[in-house]
């Protein structure tokens, strides 16, 4: 018996060999049959409208985080009923704008996929979500409050060639109770 490790980026894989089959083939077999944590895919330009605000990683992570205050005026004023033409009843959630990479400032919008004409009621903003290739995580299904962020450090964990132009997260009917939910994260590619 004979034990090898093949390495594809920051993966590594293990497999112990019963048969003569050379080592380069079990290698190749373990990549093969090993699917990646994410899919990618190709999106179109679409715009999104609702409620902005600047914020960081290193903000988030003290108590003056905008994002939850964010959410909790999101819900509070029924920001969603407001948002006239949207596509769809899905929210998402748009990172955009970034400074620099994970680290630096972003935008954060917070709303809803619209027609791209629309007219953008008082107090809200657009962004243009860009033409390009996305990686798509899916997150486990648990309190929303710890399955996103679990979800993201993946992300940064992942090597990734992320363009740091749009991220988004969508909450659809998977995310209707907020103790159970699942939520789906689209990030830019280069």
């Known amino acids: 018996m004979r034990r090898t490790v093949i390495r594809a980026g920051k993966f590594q894989y293990a497999r112990t060999l019963k048969c003569g089959m050379p080592v380069f083939l079990s290698g190749l077999l373990a990549i093969l049959t090993t699917a ?6 190709a999106l179109d330009e679409f715009v999104v409208v609702g409620i902005a605000a600047r914020t960081s990683n290193a903000r ?24 006239d033409g949207k596509a ?5 959630a748009v990172y955009t704008n970034y400074a620099s990479d994970k680290d630096g400032e972003y935008t954060f919008l917070l709303g809803a996929k619209v027609s791209p004409h629309v007219a953008i009621p008082a107090g809200m903003e657009s962004r243009r979500i860009p033409t390009g290739r996305y990686a798509v995580f899916t997150s486990e299904r ?6 996103v962020p ?8 992942a090597p990734l060639d992320r363009a740091y132009r749009a991220d988004f997260e969508v909450y659809d009917e998977r995310a209707a109770d907020p103790r159970n939910a699942q939520v789906t994260i689209y990030v830019g590619l280069k």
């Open 88 to 92: 769809d009843s899905r929210i998402l």
């Open 150 to 157: 679990e979800t993201w450090k993946r992300i940064w964990a």
């Open 36 to 41: 990646a944590p994410w899919e990618t895919t």
């Open 60 to 83: 988030e992570m003290t108590a003056d985080g905008v994002i939850g205050k964010q959410w909790q005026r999101f819900m509070q004023d029924g920001v969603l009923g407001q948002i």
């Open 142 to 147: 648990g309190p929303v409050a710890k399955v």
